[in-house]
């Protein structure tokens, strides 16, 4: 039985640690989709290391299989102090896994109508310095 619950603990932990994936935003921090359908030069494309930091469900999804993990440990005060300490140092822990670094691809445009703005994509852009482009939904598309 508590084999079974502590494999149901970490199964649930490991699941709600994955990080979210990026999103497309201008630098703005606007969502690029602002900019649908405006058409522009790119003026340069570069990566750029994002740093991200734990999730709430990470932390939360640590403290639980730890609070589980530190259950299975001692009996009557000894558990209790043990089930605390386990869901506290799951939750850093948790914390810690879900945190790190993502890279995104940084694109400059100049846009047909003078500004400019610098739209970030989360996978590699099909384009690249000089090309003329448009916004379609949320990404940048070569023109021809």
Same mark, same amino acid.
């Given at each position: 039985?508590?084999?079974?619950?502590?494999i149901?603990?970490?199964?649930?932990?490991?699941?709600?640690?994955?990080?979210?994936?990026?999103?497309?935003?201008?630098?703005?921090?606007?969502?690029?989709?602002?900019?649908?359908?405006r058409?522009?030069?790119?003026?340069?494309?570069?990566? =750029?290391?994002?740093?991200?930091? /734990?999730? @709430?469900?990470? !932390?939360?999804g &640590? *403290?639980?299989? #730890?609070? $589980?993990l +530190? %259950? =299975?440990?001692?009996?009557?005060? /000894?558990? @209790?102090?043990? !089930?605390?300490? &386990? *869901?506290?140092? #799951?939750? $850093?822990? +948790? %914390?810690?896994?879900?945190?790190?670094?993502?890279?995104?691809?940084?694109?400059?445009?100049?846009?047909?109508? #003078?500004?400019?703005?610098?739209?970030?994509?989360?996978?590699?852009?099909?384009?690249?310095?000089?090309?003329?482009?448009?916004?379609?939904? #949320?990404?940048?598309?070569?023109?021809?």
């Open positions: 039985m508590k084999t079974a619950n502590l149901r603990a970490l199964v649930l932990g490991v699941s709600l640690a994955v990080p979210l994936a990026a999103t497309v935003q201008a630098q703005t921090g606007s969502p690029a989709a602002q900019f649908e359908g058409v522009g030069t790119v003026e340069s494309v570069r990566t =750029q290391a994002v740093p991200t930091s /734990g999730s @709430t469900v990470g !932390t939360v &640590g *403290a639980v299989v #730890g609070g $589980v +530190g %259950n =299975q440990v001692g009996q009557g005060r /000894g558990r @209790t102090l043990a !089930t605390v300490g &386990g *869901a506290a140092s #799951g939750a $850093v822990a +948790g %914390n810690r896994l879900t945190s790190g670094t993502t890279t995104v691809w940084v694109v400059n445009v100049r846009f047909d109508d #003078g500004t400019n703005a610098n739209i970030e994509q989360d996978a590699q852009p099909p384009v690249w310095a000089g090309e003329r482009v448009r916004v379609t939904n #949320g990404r940048l598309e070569r023109l021809r």
